[in-house]
T-cell receptor, first 110, second 116 residues
Framework: AQRVTQPEKLLSVFKGAPVELKCNYS??????LFWYVQYSRQRLQLLLR??SRESIKGFTADLNKGETSFHLKKPFAQEEDSAMYYC????????????FGQGTTLQVKP | KAGVTQTPRYLIKTRGQQVTLSCSPI?????VSWYQQTPGQGLQFLFE???????NKGNFPGRFSGRQFSNSRSEMNVSTLELGDSALYLC???????????????FGQGTRLTVV
């Protein structure tokens, strides 16, 4: 079965601390994985995708096929990073279906 | 360019009624997907339309239906509303032609449906 698991509902850290939001997936083919972010009162938006291997707002994520993980990391958290983060899997080519994890609320305290 | 627009933003309906939600995708985008977002279940895929054809469907009862018009605008309909249908309904559009990789989905702000 195709599934995305985000084990933490809430992650609370202090400003300047490292952050790692965990994401594990279950998929039999070659996965296409994304991180989406939803700031308070804003729409859901793409943060980054594994195929572009880019760093956005200091966040990075590496696809580990052996561990079937796509954890999101940032070395130094900022207060403006506080938001809901969703890991998502594109289930197959040529369709628009995304499978989302349950989401993790990141709370960065001053 | 204009983003994905969903109307109305808020709706209150009574059990047993039906409701229609509308989504206007980004110009040029041919794929429109719908998701239901609730605190308990998170984001769940409802269905996707591409060039007026339903291309994929999630595990929702037949009360949930949709369609897409020739200008790519999409509507979602829920009949015989139940209390459990109260949720934020999100629409997303993407280019999604024949490319292997998905690219990016752009989301609307959602329609908040409350069933009383």
């Amino acid at each position: 079965a195709q599934r995305v698991t985000q084990p933490e509902k809430l992650l609370s850290v202090f400003k300047g601390a490292p952050v790692e939001l965990k994401c594990n997936y279950s998929y039999s083919g070659s996965p296409e994985l994304f991180w989406y972010v939803q700031y308070s009162r804003q729409r859901l938006q793409l943060l980054l995708r594994h195929i572009s291997r880019e760093s956005i707002k200091g966040f990075t994520a590496d696809l580990n096929k052996g561990e079937t993980s796509f954890h999101l990391k940032k070395p130094f958290a900022q207060e403006e990073d506080s938001a809901m983060y969703y890991c998502a899997l594109h289930s197959s080519s040529n369709t628009g279906k995304l499978i989302f994890g349950q989401g993790t609320t990141l709370q960065v305290k001053p | 360019k204009a983003g994905v627009t969903q109307t109305p933003r808020y709706l209150i309906k009574t059990r047993g009624q039906q409701v229609t939600l509308s989504c206007s995708p980004i110009s040029g985008h041919r794929s429109v997907s719908w998701y239901q977002q609730t605190p308990g279940q998170g984001l769940q895929f409802l269905f996707e339309y591409f060039s007026e054809t339903q291309r994929n469907k999630g595990n929702f009862p037949g009360r949930f239906s949709g369609r897409q018009f020739s200008n790519s605008r999409s509507e979602m309909n829920v009949s015989t509303l139940e209390l459990g249908d109260s949720a934020l309904y999100l629409c997303a559009s993407s280019l999604q032609g024949t490319a292997v990789f998905f690219g990016e989905a752009f989301f609307g702000q959602g329609t908040r449906l409350t069933v009383v």
